[in-house]
């Protein structure tokens, strides 16, 4: 039997850290007025730990017939898989628990993989205290990708395997051309609706009615009735809601305080015009998708993916499309909630909203078992390649961050900014994620903190793409999802917060990855200079290697 252990610099250190979270935007930038970002676009995919893409970034191994991937010279160094944890890790071999089960590539033709356990439980018990030891025992799943070897893939160490720059090629150019982070985590521990939610709300807690699902979708935040999402539960009320446990939020999120202010967003998400009949002839909720990589088809939209719909103030739950393309971004009866084409349509329109949340099809959506990263690299990359050849580029940026790990395998222990004592936390003791005996409370908070919102989860990727992102830069700094919620307030709202025991309060800042200041008149009148930043990559939707720029592109400026 394993015995837990804390690591001596473990988990004491990383509670007594300060948070690095506070800085503001360069300067005390936080209105519209001073700010040249007039637009953000949040690609949100799913299920990817940090090492599962980039553990061993920017070196790839190319071998012949794949996509080749050459870093360029003074490439910044990251916190990835080097040393013993690659020769001599100290994960457990899956079929006796004992013995080393290391890190291993997974080829291109192996795209195709068994989805991993990502619960708020196993996750917490597969760090071990700090020694990131236990991913094949406690959230391992064995599954079989084409053309196995090595055998490890057939057993639960298949949570060890990463992709490198000849499959994720698309992602490791733009961390080349743009700006990454590789020290951003998931806010909580928690599949895919604690980490939507996180997006658009920074709290899992006050959900304001609920059935089906506690003690897997839900756990007690400590009050008499009060509840914290910590599964995967259908927003209530939505059309397609299948689900046995369901939920609705109580509380404030981002999409409430731009409509106060009159900001333009929209949450737009593959599926979910209902009307749209598919090439296979499917429509409603059951339009579905095949992909060359995806045998079988997917259902196109998932609702716990869709974060404002669970919220009553900015849920639309016949899925009304809106009164006209030029109302998109506006509130009418579409309640800012959107089809993915309908963000093609409005920038196309010249009314691309100032805020936009994309979410792609599921089997684009990169989530291990219906997607995969070469189906989620033809939609990025058709995303990417179309804003850059729009005239709203130059004031435009880009964030491509991830709503949890997957349980996949990442080597770094997260910073407890957020404790919790609950049946399910596993994380420092039986029953405890982090030391003290009392949880703490984050800033807003007039009652006692929420159980259950243990904090922060798995390391992922995050990226930032922009013309005044910093070129082929490395951001070590702490963020976590709500982040990009900040960035956003920072930027619109004058710094406003959510409140309430909202993370967005203390959140890291994403500003650093920006250079927004070495500009001069003439970038931003339209003439075009890019002055050292990153200006434009246009890449191949299949291959992710670089391409010409579409037939017509005339700077896009």
């Known amino acids: 039997m394993h015995t837990p252990r804390l690591v001596a610099i473990g988990l004491a250190g990383l509670l007594a850290q300060p948070f690095l ?28 730990s940090f090492d599962h893409y980039f553990g061993t970034y ?9 996509p080749r991937f050459t870093a360029a010279p003074g490439t910044p160094a990251i916190n990835g898989l080097a040393g013993a944890l690659v020769t001599d ?3 457990l071999n899956p079929a006796n628990g004992t013995g080393k089960t290391n890190p291993f590539r997974l080829d291109r033709s192996q795209a195709l993989t068994a989805d991993q356990d990502h619960d708020y439980g196993p996750e917490q018990m597969a760090f071990d205290h700090g020694l990131m030891d236990l991913f094949p025992v406690s959230v391992g799943t064995a599954g079989t990708p084409p053309s196995p070897p090595p055998s490890i893939v057939t057993t639960t160490g298949l949570t060890m ?29 928690g599949p895919s609706s604690v980490g939507v ?34 599964g995967d539960p259908d927003p209530m009320g939505d059309v397609c809601s299948t689900a046995s446990a369901q939920a609705t939020m109580g509380g404030t999120n981002i999409g409430d305080l731009l409509n106060a202010r009159g900001v333009t967003w929209g949450w737009f998400q593959g599926g979910f015009n209902l009307s749209t009949v598919n090439a296979n002839g499917t429509t409603g909720c059951h339009r579905s998708t095949t992909s060359a990589v995806q045998p079988t088809a997917e259902v196109d939209y998932v609702p716990h993916h869709a974060g404002f719909q669970f919220y009553a103030s900015t849920r639309n739950e016949t899925h009304a499309r809106p009164v006209s393309v030029g109302m998109i ?9 959107y089809d993915i084409n309908d963000f093609y349509a409005a920038v196309q329109n010249g009314n691309m909203p100032a805020v936009s949340f994309l979410k792609p099809i599921k089997v684009q959506n990169a989530h291990a078992g219906n997607s995969d990263p070469l189906d989620e690299q033809a939609f990025i990359v058709h995303v990417l390649n179309f804003l850059q050849a729009r005239p709203e580029w130059d004031s435009t940026v880009v964030i491509i961050a991830y709503d949890d790990s997957d349980g996949w395998y990442d080597h770094q222990m997260s910073p407890i900014v957020n404790q919790s004592e609950t049946s399910l936390d596993a994380l420092s003791a039986v029953g405890a994620c982090g030391t003290s005996g009392e949880t703490t409370a984050l800033p807003g908070v007039s009652s006692p903190h929420a159980q259950g919102r243990c904090g922060y989860g798995p390391r992922l990727p995050l990226l930032v793409i922009s013309p005044m ?3 082929n830069f490395v951001d070590h700094s702490v963020t976590d999802q709500s982040s990009i919620i900040r960035f956003i307030e920072d930027n619109w709202l004058d710094g406003e917060r959510i409140g309430s025991g909202s993370f967005d309060a203390v959140a890291g800042s994403l500003w650093r990855m920006l250079d927004i200041d070495r500009r001069d008149d003439d970038h931003w009148n339209g003439e075009g200079h890019d002055h050292g930043r990153a200006g434009l990559l246009f890449l191949n939707e299949q291959t992710g290697e670089p391409a010409a720029p579409p037939p017509g592109f005339k700077g896009g400026r």
């Open 89 to 91: 890790n100290p994960n």
């Open 161 to 189: 395997g990463y992709y490198d720059g000849n499959t994720v090629t698309a992602l490791w150019n733009y961390a080349q051309h743009f700006a990454m982070n590789d020290n951003s985590y998931g806010t909580n521990f």
């Open 329 to 337: 971004g506006q509130t009418d009866v579409a309640n800012h909630q």
């Open 21 to 48: 979270s506070a800085s503001a935007p360069p300067h005390g930038r936080t209105g519209l007025a001073e700010s040249p970002i007039r637009h953000v676009v949040v690609i949100f995919d799913e299920n990817i």
């Open 469 to 471: 992102a910093k070129q």
């Open 197 to 230: 939610i996180n997006l658009v709300s920074g709290q899992t807690n006050g959900v304001a009615a609920s059935f089906g699902g506690i003690g897997s979708s839900f756990i007690s935040d400590g009050s008499p009735s009060g509840l914290t999402v910590i």
């Open 58 to 66: 920017p070196q790839a191994t190319n071998p012949a017939g794949e």
